[in-house]
């Protein structure tokens, strides 16, 4: 039970820095900057992986209880 919730508390922490750092070439993209939405669809691509791999863990998390 710990252990998973440790796993969802770092996958959360890791989707929140990720998300972070898009910020900036979001901002970017938004003003022309095509280097910087290849870039985003890069991050938003990792991003949708790991929501799922977060789903993932978390329903886990859940079934063992």
Do not use: T
């Not at 998973?4 to 750092?21: F, G, I, Q, R, T």
């Amino acid at each position: 039970m710990e252990k998973e919730m440790s796993d969802m508390l770092s996958k959360y922490e890791e989707l929140k820095v990720l998300v972070e750092s898009l910020e900036l070439d979001v901002h970017k993209s938004a003003r022309g900057n095509k280097s910087a939405g290849v870039r985003v669809r890069k991050g938003l691509r990792l991003l949708k992986r790991q929501a799922s791999d977060f789903v993932r863990v978390s329903l886990e998390s859940s079934k063992s209880d």
